[in-house]
């Protein structure tokens, strides 16, 4: 079942975070506008899910999502095995928040970011990754951390180890041809 929420105010706020600036999905070390491959992502976009089951909990203002969870915003794409869709009713549904839990994973062009747990808050236009973040970026760039935040209205990701670690990557350089002067 595929289910399309046209309001949505932004943010998946999937973990905590704080300094490092870098990026969104694109791990450097520097405070930079947002850069992802196809330029700022459409955060006022349609959130259209998929899942084996989908449970609406009315009265609670809620939709619980189970089993291969698929989560897609414009060219934005999150897999977990399990989300749940905090909502309002004021005449029509507007989503507020999505949590997703069970190993996450979020797609946007070439790069991909993987975490315990992840948040987005759409009032805030944040995304949120927690627990064993891992961003790729291509085949060679890489960065490891505790906690990863995109925020979608400034086109800034910021990470930071967590307690007791430190943030860590690999970035590809340049080939140089060992026959040019």
């Known amino acids: 079942m595929t289910l399309s929420f046209r309001v949505l105010a932004a943010g998946l706020a999937l973990v905590a975070a704080a300094p490092t600036p870098t990026p969104a999905l694109a791990p450097t070390s520097a405070p930079t506008p947002a850069a992802a491959s196809s330029g700022p992502h459409d955060s006022n976009a349609p959130v259209n899910y998929e899942a084996d089951r989908i449970e609406l909990q009315d009265k609670a203002d809620r939709v619980l999502l189970s089993g291969n969870v698929v989560i897609t915003q414009a060219d934005l794409t999150m897999h977990s095995p399990r989300a749940v869709v905090a909502y309002t009713n004021n005449g029509a549904m507007q989503i507020q928040r999505l949590d997703a839990t069970g190993g996450v994973t979020v797609v946007r062009g070439d790069e991909t970011a993987t975490s315990d747990v992840a948040t987005y808050d759409f009032n805030a236009r944040l995304i949120t990754m927690v627990g064993h973040v891992v961003v790729r970026r291509g085949t060679r760039d890489e960065q490891h951390s505790g906690r990863l935040v995109i925020d979608l209205n400034t086109h800034i990701t910021t990470t930071d180890a967590g307690p007791g ?12 041809d060992k026959t040019s002067p």
């Open 165 to 176: 670690g430190r943030v860590s990557g690999t970035f590809a350089v340049p080939k140089h």
